[in-house]
């Protein structure tokens, strides 16, 4: 059972940064890949907005691209979200996730970013 913990949301001006970190419970460098997803207020729906393999390869949505850079750091079992130039837009509860077949789905709770002027 892995277990992944969010933090690093909060209240942000627009054009202003964020980090989010995921801390796992176990070594992220053994799970294929991990990704960062979100979810907009009033939307049901959780989006992929970023993903990164335990080789370092990444992947962004063309909503965050030149913005938000997602890194590990391997010795702390973390995956960061560094979310640079937010928009209103960006405001959502942002996510974590195992992308591993072999180790199943698992989520974090979510941490909460709000960008408001």
């Known amino acids: 059972q892995v277990q992944l913990v969010e933090s690093g949301g909060g209240l942000v001006q627009p054009g202003g940064s964020l980090r989010l970190s995921c801390v796992a419970s176990?070594?992220?460098?053994?799970?294929?890949?991990m990704g960062w997803y979100r979810q907009a207020p009033g939307n049901q729906q959780r989006k992929l907005i970023a993903?990164?393999?335990?080789?370092?390869?990444?992947n962004y949505a063309d909503a965050v691209k030149g913005r938000f850079t997602v890194s590990t750091d391997n010795a702390k079992n973390t995956v960061y979200l560094q979310m640079n130039s937010l928009k209103p837009e960006d405001t959502a509860v942002y996510y974590c996730?195992?992308?591993?077949?072999?180790?199943?789905?698992?989520w974090g709770q979510g941490t909460q970013v709000i960008v408001s002027s």
């Open positions: 993903t990164i393999t335990n080789g370092g390869t990444t």
């Open positions: 176990t070594s992220i460098f053994s799970i294929d890949a």
């Open positions: 996730k195992t992308l591993d077949s072999r180790v199943g789905v698992h």
